[in-house]
């Protein structure tokens, strides 16, 4: 058992999935998951361990933010030795090949948080996806007739800027998408060994102003949730 999540020693299984939604992960387990049990509930951060095809698989929420999905990944990685940790979240588009709903596979992450500059000591650090994972997630996407987009996408972290138009300088540069985790998950692999990748669901628009609701957000993408639970299950 760790600070932040009260799993017993193997309640967690090898491969998780982690939504930053806490009742994503609950609506994930209730409707992919044979016998899906429930091993922590603190702070209201739910995580769960169940069977799909056969194989197990944890799904954990990690709330929003670097600071946030930080504490997670690395008492999962340390404490309960995961071994592959697959992102499953929702981003803004701020490239118009990137439409609302589309299914977005993160290559790499910029970020403008100041984690890695800690880390670091000002050097910059590339976190990337890892190609085992991302090749799988990109052929089990296309087997079902999806077609995915893969490029960078940028972790922010601030939602509510200083400077609306603060976005277009990271679209010129080809950046598909922002969100708030995926540099985190990504520098954390690699510092201890582990496999991960980000699947993300375009929910909003910055190029056209559309947006989902919460709802929607929380059960709808079952896309992303169905590409990831087959990835995880391949990859075991």
């Given at each position: 058992m760790s600070i932040h999540i009260a799993a017993g020693n193997g309640e967690i299984a090898d491969t998780i999935l982690l939504p930053g939604d806490p009742l994503r992960a609950k609506f994930i387990a209730e409707n992919f998951l044979d016998?899906?049990?429930q091993y922590t509930a603190v702070r209201n951060m739910l995580g769960y361990t169940g069977m799909y095809k056969g194989k197990r698989v944890s799904i954990q929420g990690t709330g929003m933010g670097?600071?946030?999905?930080?504490?997670?990944?690395?008492?999962?990685?340390?404490?309960?030795?995961?071994?592959?940790?697959?992102?499953?979240?929702?981003?803004?588009?701020?490239?118009?090949?990137?439409?609302?709903?589309?299914?977005?596979?993160?290559?790499?992450?910029?970020?403008?948080?100041?984690a890695n500059a800690i880390r670091f000591g000002g050097r910059n650090f590339a976190p990337?996806?890892?190609?085992?994972?991302?090749?799988?997630?990109?052929?089990?996407?296309?087997?079902?007739?999806?077609q995915p987009l893969?490029?960078?996408?940028?972790?922010?972290?601030?939602?509510?800027?200083?400077?609306?138009?603060?976005?277009?300088?990271?679209?010129?540069?080809g950046v598909l998408a922002v969100e708030m985790e995926t540099a985190e998950l990504y520098t954390l692999a690699a510092k201890y060994g582990r496999e991960a990748l980000a699947l993300l669901t375009i929910s909003d628009s910055m190029v056209t102003g559309e947006t989902t609701s919460a709802e929607e957000r929380q059960t709808t993408f079952t896309r992303m949730m169905e590409v990831a639970l087959d990835t995880a299950v391949s990859t075991t």
């Open positions: 016998a899906p049990c670097i600071p946030s999905i930080s504490i997670y990944l690395n008492e999962l990685f340390r404490d309960y030795n995961v071994r592959r940790a697959i992102r499953i979240g929702t981003a803004g588009a701020i490239r118009p090949e990137a439409k609302l709903r589309d299914l977005v596979i993160a290559l790499s992450a910029s970020t403008d948080s100041g990337t996806a890892t190609w085992r994972l991302l090749k799988t997630a990109w052929d089990t996407a296309l087997k079902a007739g999806w893969v490029g960078p996408i940028v972790s922010s972290d601030m939602f509510y800027t200083e400077d609306p138009e603060e976005w277009k300088l990271w679209a010129k540069w």
